[in-house]
């Protein structure tokens, strides 16, 4: 498969047959060593069983990048303000790890989620209203984003009103690449100089809300550092909104591709939830996981690995793999639910899975009831994939509808 070595795999050309080129990995490599020139290698792992052994074994697979080598986690770490964004739980493993990660698990548990279904209905209510009246609207940034980013920014007690802000930032750090860099090091310094400023303003006055617990919480004696709390947030807010409001975005550019579901949906409301695991495994917006880091000489799937090399697991190929779902080329939103890997596997499991489902649920209820004759308002070839490395979904969704 030596063409795949030359691919970009963040290009639209590549996410327009992503699906046709992880069968073809999968066949002929699941565990495949990637080296466009100039670029370090990166293995990707594209097989079901073999994306699952990566992420239960994050003894072997690692994301904490010290357990390689000092000096390497130092560079990664960089500067001040990017070392303020990144000490958080997706990039620590074991007890560090458990350690972060159970002072907001509470907070995420299926009833402390249900306690918002009311006002994220509302929240999706509200932004259609505004779009209404046109019966047109392009649903990526008119619904998905301003959705998921208000959600989350609720939850946490952040501003909502300067989520403009947090998009840009947001979206700079999740693309990385391609980009001036003393742009991006700008981004990171002002996304953590307003993140410390709201803390500060939390210890000094405490709200009901997130934010304010976090600041306040002292976990075994030892309060959180101002990184640790830093970067919770900072990644609570990007987990929390890129990946639900791409999500949607895929959601909803399926039920346009497939007329016959988005009718059967609309009169069986009731297969929401089931609908919305099959559109998690069809086309997820977490298409690969973080990368990891080879913490001892191996062999995965017949390969050879070796410490400090860098491996990528596919999600998104995993999902469709038949060795975890029969027809898996086929979107089935009444099929028995396939198990799939979109919140991921193990340690690092999406922390947000119970709250990305209600998301989904509502903001499709919502737009399918709102919005009768739902089609797509550009030629299809139009479409085009955000430029991000690990998510996917689609840059813009122009669609109309019918107004009385
Ligand atoms: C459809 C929406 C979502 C998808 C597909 C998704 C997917 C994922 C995946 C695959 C991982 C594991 C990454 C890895 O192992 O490299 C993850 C982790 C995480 N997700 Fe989500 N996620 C979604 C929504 C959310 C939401 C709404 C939140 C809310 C805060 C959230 C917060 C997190 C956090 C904090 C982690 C890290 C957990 C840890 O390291 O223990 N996610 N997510």
């Not at 097989?47 to 690692?62: H, I, K, N, P």
């Not at 990017?82 to 990660?101: P, Q, T, V």
């Not at 959601?251 to 016959?260: E, G, W």
């Not at 690969?288 to 001892?296: D, H, L, N």
Request: with cysteine.
């Amino acid at each position: 498969m030596a063409y795949e070595r030359t691919l970009d795999w963040n290009s639209d050309a590549f996410r327009g047959e992503a699906y046709r080129h992880y069968a073809a990995l999968r066949q002929a490599s699941p565990v495949f060593l990637s080296q466009p020139e100039g670029q370090v290698p990166i293995w990707y792992v594209t097989g079901a069983r073999e994306v699952e052994e990566v992420l239960l074994d994050s003894d072997r697979f690692a994301r904490d990048p010290s357990r390689i080598d000092a000096q390497f986690a130092a560079m990664l770490g960089g500067e001040q303000s990017i070392a303020f964004l990144n000490d958080h739980m997706l990039n620590r493993d074991g007890e560090s790890h458990r350690r972060l990660r159970r002072l907001v698990n509470k907070a995420f548990t299926l009833k402390a989620v249900n306690a918002m279904r009311p006002r994220i209905e509302q929240i999706a209510e509200t932004l259609l209203d505004a779009a209404g009246p046109s019966g047109r609207m392009d649903v990526v940034s008119q619904y998905a984003f301003p959705f998921s980013i208000i959600v989350i920014a609720e939850l946490l007690g952040v501003p909502a009103q300067d989520r403009d802000d947090f998009r840009r930032w947001s979206h700079m750090i999740v693309q990385q690449v391609g980009q001036d860099l003393s742009e991006l090091q700008r981004c990171y310094s002002e996304f953590a100089a307003y993140m410390l400023a709201l803390i500060d303003q939390r210890r000094a006055q405490p709200a009901d809300d997130m934010i304010s617990a976090l600041a306040q919480v002292e976990e075994e004696g030892r309060m959180l550092s101002r990184s640790e709390l830093c970067s919770m947030i900072a990644l609570l807010i990007i987990a929390g909104h890129e990946t639900s409001a791409s999500m949607i975005g895929n959601a909803v550019h399926m039920l346009l591709q497939h007329p016959a579901t988005l009718a059967r949906l609309r009169d069986e409301p009731a297969l929401m939830p089931n609908a919305v695991e099959e559109f998690l495994r069809y086309d997820s917006s977490v298409e690969r996981a973080m990368v990891r880091f080879v913490t001892q000489d191996t062999t995965l799937a017949g390969q050879r690995l070796q410490r400090g090399q860098l491996l990528i697991a596919v999600v998104g190929s995993a999902n469709r793999d038949e060795a975890l779902c029969a027809n898996p080329g086929t979107l089935d939103i009444a099929r028995p639910v396939c198990p799939h890997m979109s919140f991921g596997k193990g340690i690092h499991y999406c922390l947000g899975a119970s709250l990305a489902r209600q998301e989904l649920e509502i903001a499709l209820n919502t737009l399918l009831r709102r919005c009768p004759g739902l089609q797509l308002a550009v030629d299809p070839g139009a479409i085009r994939w955000r430029y991000v490395p690990n998510f996917r979904g689609p840059d813009a969704l122009v669609v109309n509808w019918s107004v009385d």
